[in-house]
């Protein structure tokens, strides 16, 4: 008489190897995938940081924030961006990269096309006041986010964030990560030509 499966020695060692091989199969998965995502990088010159959002093409969520109290700026509200090219972007005081791009944003607010706003992420009100007064203000609006809802109804991964809106609320762009000349080039100014109707300069 042969065992029964349950008795079977052959079938409970095949179970536990195969119980094993779990992990390893997930970190081969992992292991793929960031090879493959460093690969794109380096041989096809593609900038992980680039990071798709499930909300360019749909309207921008609803913006409601209250003012940066002595900062003497509107309110960031629907009313602030409509109508308008907006670049929408999120930063904090503590954040080292937003100083990094902050000069950057000072230079795009010069440009009359663009209306540039800003989220203040989980941010105390004082050390914002010292960031814009130490590095300048580039915003037409600010808005605060102490608890950080705007920033996942609007999807943020980690900021700097930046949201190129168009006139009619439609999400257009998105930069995770500090602003540079590369994603300026090849990023932000061709997706603002397009919404304006215009070739890249």
């Known amino acids: 008489m042969s065992p029964t499966p349950e008795t079977n020695p052959a079938k409970r060692g095949f179970g536990r190897y195969a119980v094993a091989l779990i992990p390893l199969a997930v ?4 292991a793929g ?3 493959k995502m460093l690969y794109d990088q380096d041989v096809h010159g593609k900038d992980i940081s680039e990071i798709p959002s499930a909300l360019i093409g749909t309207k921008a969520p609803t913006l409601n924030l209250p003012p940066l109290e002595g900062a003497n700026l509107p309110a960031l509200t629907d009313g602030a961006i409509k109508g308008k090219l907006t670049l929408v972007n999120v930063f904090a005081s503590w954040c080292i990269p937003c ?4 000069p950057i944003l000072r230079e795009l607010a010069k440009d009359s096309r663009l209306n540039v706003v800003a989220i203040n992420y989980k941010d105390k009100n004082d050390n914002a006041l010292r960031f814009l007064g130490e590095l300048g203000n580039p915003f037409a609006a600010i808005g605060i986010d102490p608890k950080g809802q705007a920033a996942i109804d609007w999807g943020v991964y980690g900021i700097p964030e930046s949201y190129l809106v168009a006139p009619d609320g439609t999400i257009l762009y998105k930069r995770v990560g500090p602003f540079d000349d590369i994603s300026l080039k090849e990023g932000l100014l061709p997706a603002m030509a397009k919404a304006l109707g215009k070739p890249a300069s």
């Open 27 to 30: 970190f081969a998965v992992i």
């Open 33 to 35: 995938t960031a090879a």
């Open 99 to 102: 100083r990094e791009e902050h």
